[in-house]
């Protein structure tokens, strides 16, 4: 079960963010409520004028080792479910993503 898939440029990620949480950091895969896989983040950084979504681009950023305009959020700006688009080289990406999860 992987929340993530393969396209022609990089990965498409779907992430559940709960921000306001006391620590940063990956609670593992789960399943939504529809059954399909997503990543489980946790951000201290509240849900307050954009500053969650920056803290989950810099976060992936960071643990993935890629640019930070290398991710886009293409859907779910304005909700705990998010589906990111990150550039790079696909298998690079799945393999550093299969190693945090």
Do not use: H, W
Request: net charge positive; no cysteine; hydrophobic share 45%.
């Amino acid at each position: 079960m992987k929340p993530y898939s393969v396209t022609s440029d990089g990965i498409r990620l779907a992430v559940r963010l709960t921000p306001r949480a006391s620590r940063d950091g990956i609670d593992g895969v789960r399943a939504d409520a529809d059954g399909r896989p997503v990543l489980r983040i946790r951000l201290t950084a509240p849900p307050v004028e954009g500053a969650a979504n920056q803290a989950l681009i810099d976060f992936l950023a960071e643990i993935l080792s890629v640019r930070k305009k290398d991710i886009v959020i293409r859907s779910g700006e304005a909700g705990r479910l998010k589906i990111l688009e990150i550039t790079g080289k696909p298998d690079i990406l799945a393999a550093r993503l299969d190693d945090l999860i």
